[in-house]
């Protein structure tokens, strides 16, 4: 069973794992004065999800217009 992602699909994957790692390092930090271990894990995890369900769309709108803008002001 192959249950791999087409390539030319790959922008939309970069997004989605882009937008899931980032957020997750950012809730990370914003969560850790917590104190507690059970709940600094609760928090990051709860403030995780919210920022990916946000940046997600976010990242996968602004991606090609960066692009486009990188393309832009460089050169071959």
Same mark, same amino acid.
């Given at each position: 069973?192959?249950?791999?992602? *087409?390539?030319?699909?790959?922008?939309?994957?970069?997004?989605?794992?882009?937008?899931?790692?980032?957020?997750?390092?950012?809730?990370?930090?914003?969560?850790?004065?917590?104190?507690?271990?059970?709940?600094?894990?609760?928090?990051?995890?709860?403030?995780?999800?919210?920022?990916?369900?946000?940046?997600? *769309?976010?990242?996968?709108?602004?991606? *090609?217009?960066?692009?486009?803008?990188?393309?832009?002001?460089?050169?071959?």
């Amino acid at each position: 069973m192959n249950l791999r992602i *087409p390539r030319r699909h790959g922008h939309f994957v970069f997004g989605v794992v882009q937008s899931g790692l980032t957020c997750l390092v950012a809730a990370g930090i914003a969560s850790y004065p917590d104190s507690g271990t059970a709940r600094f894990i609760e928090h990051w995890l709860a403030s995780w999800l919210i920022s990916w369900l946000t940046m997600l *769309p976010v990242v996968m709108l602004a991606a *090609p217009v960066i692009r486009a803008f990188v393309s832009h002001l460089t050169r071959e």
